[in-house]
């Protein structure tokens, strides 16, 4: 009889001290779970490395239908995917926002009184009229970007779209934030327009990189995100997406999450960015709209 929990073979420890438990799973996650960290409630590196191994596999599958897409960081899980959106989508998603853009502004409690955000300066637009979800240019994206992240479409927030001028920029920051009551748990972003220099979305993976020390990190991205940290950055490319999820999958928040867009230094940045909640979005234009039709209830005419 085999009982969980224990190494039955006193070799164990050495074949997975040569990483046995990767290489031959079948066996070792058997045999040897105690050295394998694979025991229910042992929160060894196993688990983390077994997830890292499904995925690459998953990512592997080539298929003529499916974008090829490439890992960026394991935690936070971010994924990179190029030509994403097409030119012209990407310019069907400025041309639908730029009459609308507004500056992000914060509202002092006690006076009223708007102010500009210091953290954030540049524009946005949140796509959420009728007109806007219901046509069928933006039905489409949103949908590719629900199959992709592999969220319900009732979990998604009304499309936004930004714009970063010459200079502006959006400090290190979580797009969740559970304490706040707002929990998403995956960002797509797509470069609509990247600009001629700077804008670059980083993830320094430290807390260095926050207020006062968010410009330094963007003037030295090689020593500050990747050395620091072991952050990662992408510059963007028109169509290409980033997709990056705040919470783990246990749910808890990913503290690496933390991300901002530097600077820009030469023309003019565009981005869309759709987030999916944890849970279904009460809020969502697509809450009800794509809800199945239950079944049974068909016309009177049809019946019988
Ligand atoms: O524009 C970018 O590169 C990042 C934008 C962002 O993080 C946000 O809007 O939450
Ligand atoms: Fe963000």
């Not at 070792?28 to 490395?49: I, N």
């Not at 849970?279 to 809800?291: C, D, I, N």
């Amino acid at each position: 009889e085999v009982r969980p929990c224990d190494d039955h073979n006193d070799q164990c420890g050495y074949w997975a001290a040569i990483g046995e438990c990767q290489a031959n799973p079948k066996y070792m996650l058997v045999m040897c779970q105690a050295s394998c960290h694979s025991c229910l409630g042992d929160s060894g590196a196993l688990h983390e490395r077994m997830y890292q191994h499904l995925e690459k596999k998953i990512s592997s599958v080539r298929d003529a239908h499916q974008p090829q897409i490439l890992e960026a960081s394991y935690s936070p899980r971010a994924l990179v995917v190029d030509r994403f959106l097409s030119e012209e989508e990407c310019e069907a998603l400025k041309d639908l926002a730029r009459p609308h853009l507004h500056h992000a502004q914060t509202i002092n409690r006690s006076t009223g009184a708007a102010y500009l955000d210091k953290v954030r300066t540049n524009s946005q637009f949140y796509l959420d009229r009728a007109e806007h979800y219901e046509d069928p240019l933006v039905l489409d994206i949103v949908q590719r970007m629900h199959r992709i992240a592999r969220v319900p479409m009732g979990h998604a927030e009304p499309l936004q779209v930004g714009r970063y001028q010459k200079g502006q920029f959006y400090q290190t920051h979580f797009d969740s934030e559970p304490l706040q009551g707002v929990k998403r748990a995956v960002t797509v972003l797509v470069y609509l327009d990247p600009p001629q220099a700077g804008g670059e979305t980083i993830f320094p993976k430290h807390q260095r990189c926050q207020e006062d020390g968010f410009e330094v990190c963007c003037n030295r991205l090689e020593e500050l995100v990747a050395g620091e940290g072991k952050g990662f950055w992408v510059r963007g490319q028109k169509g290409q997406a980033v997709i990056f999820y705040s919470h783990n999958l246990d749910g808890q928040h990913n503290a690496l999450s933390m991300h901002g867009s530097c600077p820009v230094r030469e023309g003019e940045k565009w981005v869309a960015q759709q987030w999916f909640r944890i849970e279904p979005y009460a809020g969502s234009p697509y809450f009800q709209f794509l809800a199945p039709k239950s079944p049974g209830v068909t016309g009177e005419a049809e019946s019988g």
